[in-house]
């Protein structure tokens, strides 16, 4: 996926620049550290679609009106292991770290924690809220609903989110258990990647409105706006290979985000209102913490997950196969050679960052194009 | 899948047989009134994998020692919200409701409530006890791993179990919302009814040690208690189309299932010891609950729930499709239908039931075969 020709940026001189560029648009400073440090995981972890690629939208929809650059954190409804908190349309990073702290702060004290959210905004990358958890010592879990996407077994209209699932939790080695995976088979930031570089998409991966696949990924970015485009479940279309799991499992997702805190859902996802002016996306989220030591002692439990996950990569391989993983090595592998490298900044991406640069009056950063 | 052909056997007269069967081998009356009450909840709801063709499987298990008809549920550590049941390998369904009860009035208090379960034995559909938390007006969660079939990404060993997936809530309709769902691709029980059916399974089901599709379920059964065929994970076999998903989620349920409990795991659930001796299964599972109305109104809960599952289902439909689906609309509605038409019986399985009669010289059963 990385495009090795592209020039690298120094993981800190990129970090400056999402600060900066958030502070400028009026994300306070503290607000600002949280926004640049999730997107800035996203690029370190090797997920390109979810870092600096979406820093131009969230600059345009702070500058449009969309989402709110100052958050509001307001805590609707409490209870012991619970909460209600309304973004109010604020930095979605912002909601998500203080929703998940909340999480893991009723777990620590009863067990168990959860705190639904309403009226956010894209918060980047699920998983990083789920390691937030695992960092303390609990299992979290995180899940959001997104602007509509993918389309029901035996439809072909977007109507779920990408509706991710992450889930994390300690072991005894230095990696930890990090699955973060949209519930589609790919997710919509991955055809951004896709469309910048030129590639074509896999077979299967979406559905047109006759049921046939697409694999032009800028086609897929117009269809899915258009609503002629929809991604497909994980299992794919109909439900030989079990497309009807991943559609369920996006409708969990839905369920978790929206329900428990009376939210919007599905096309009212879409960021306009019915006269086709931008609004809000009053996306839901919805954070969930457990406390290993309730259960057991810590050091058990990561004895007992990392003999799971070294049982799984001795596995005996496929023919061909050089190597088994489990969820979270790539990206924790990624994450030690980027600090190295730097984060590739295609051209599409050199343009948009010039832009902002040019539309802020930005000066002292030393890019390499 | 249903057998068109088959005889059929009124619910009643069937549930009547399975509760007297459990109690001819030792399974205490209230206890039987459980076990055979999950059984027959998968018969009605069209999961004829996991209800009388489950029978003969407990009634073998029981005789030979590897589970035991009296169970001792015995609760080790209990925290406001939480505990850790030890099922001393007594009767599945008997230690799963108990524990999901549990769970369910934690979360009455609290707002959630999870229990983690040590030394069970197969417990039937695992949508029974999510459905329990859904009767109670609350969201649930229920977990539970399995004899190893499901291979790792980029392996063709089986290792994890079908480690299925239920949640279970109301909504504002009469058919509550309910999903429940191996990990993998299609589960175990799925090639009993296949075998039972002399019916080829869909090719990429399932993979042999080449890499190859197996599509005989006989060989398919065989191959998984020799280690030579495993189960692909949802997404199917290798990265393209999202199996590594399927892959982890499989493993977060193995997670939850043993490391909050400090468990057995993956091969060591096979039943049989290094010696090749049978015993016990030593299954793990995860019960969890949220209270709903810790967040909000109960109705208002349930109208967004509805109204999200009334937009999936008007979805645009793709060519030639008839109808969109929402989870548990299925088994919600063949569970009228079986009510009036009673139970297929397949000869492979009435072969079975003739054989426990004859071994316990029950009288007294009109069965049409």
Redesign the interface.
């Known amino acids: 996926m990385i495009d090795k020709t592209a020039p690298r940026v120094a993981v800190n001189e990129l970090y400056r620049f999402m600060h900066e560029v958030l502070t400028r648009v009026g994300v306070p400073e503290e607000d600002a550290t949280v926004c640049a440090d999730v997107l800035i995981t996203s690029d370190l972890r090797g997920i390109e679609s979810h870092g600096i690629q979406r820093l131009k939208m969230y600059y345009d929809r702070i500058r449009n009106g969309q989402q709110q650059a100052v958050t509001q954190f307001e805590i609707v409804?409490e209870?012991?292991?619970?909460a209600?908190v309304d973004g109010n349309h604020g930095m979605g990073m912002v909601i998500g770290k203080r929703s998940m702290q909340m999480a893991i702060d009723k777990a620590r004290v009863?067990?168990?924690?959860?705190v639904?959210v309403r009226n956010s905004t894209h918060f980047g990358i699920d998983g990083y809220y789920a390691r937030m958890a695992l960092e303390a010592g609990m299992?979290g879990m995180s899940f959001t609903n997104a602007r509509p996407s993918i389309?029901?077994?035996?439809?072909?209209?977007p109507?779920?989110g990408t509706n991710p699932?992450a889930?994390g939790?300690p072991t005894d080695e230095e990696c930890p258990?990090l699955?973060d995976?949209a519930t589609s088979?790919?997710q919509r930031g991955k055809f951004e990647v896709y469309e910048r570089t030129n590639k074509p998409c896999?077979p299967?991966?979406v559905?047109d409105?006759?049921?046939n696949p697409m694999t032009d990924a800028h086609e897929v970015l117009v269809g899915l706006t258009k609503d002629t485009a929809a991604l497909l479940p994980?299992?794919?279309?109909g439900e030989?290979?079990?497309g009807?799991?991943?559609y369920?499992?996006a409708?969990?997702v839905?369920?978790?985000s929206?329900?428990?805190?009376?939210?919007q859902?599905?096309?009212n996802l879409l960021g306009f209102d019915p006269q086709g002016g931008k609004r809000p996306f009053m996306l839901g989220h919805f954070f969930m913490t457990?406390?290993?030591e309730?259960?057991?002692a810590l050091n058990?439990?990561k004895a007992?997950?990392g003999?799971?996950?070294r049982?799984?990569?001795a596995?005996?391989?496929?023919?061909?196969?050089?190597?088994?993983?489990?969820?979270g090595e790539k990206e924790f592998e990624n994450e030690k050679r980027i600090r190295g490298e730097g984060v590739p900044i295609v051209p599409t991406l050199q343009a948009e960052m010039k832009t902002i640069i040019s539309e802020l009056g930005l000066t002292g950063y030393n890019f390499p194009f």
């Open positions: 409804r209870g012991p292991t619970t209600v009863y067990g168990m924690g959860s639904a299992i389309a029901p077994t035996f439809s072909v209209q109507k779920l699932i889930f939790c258990f699955y995976a088979i790919t896999v299967g991966w559905t409105q006759q049921g994980l299992g794919g279309a030989d290979l079990g009807y799991k991943g369920g499992l409708t969990i839905e369920i978790l929206a329900s428990l805190q009376t939210g859902f599905l096309n457990i406390n290993i309730s259960f057991v058990e439990f007992t997950t003999g799971i996950l049982e799984l990569r596995a005996r391989k496929a023919p061909g196969a050089t190597r088994i993983y489990t969820a």
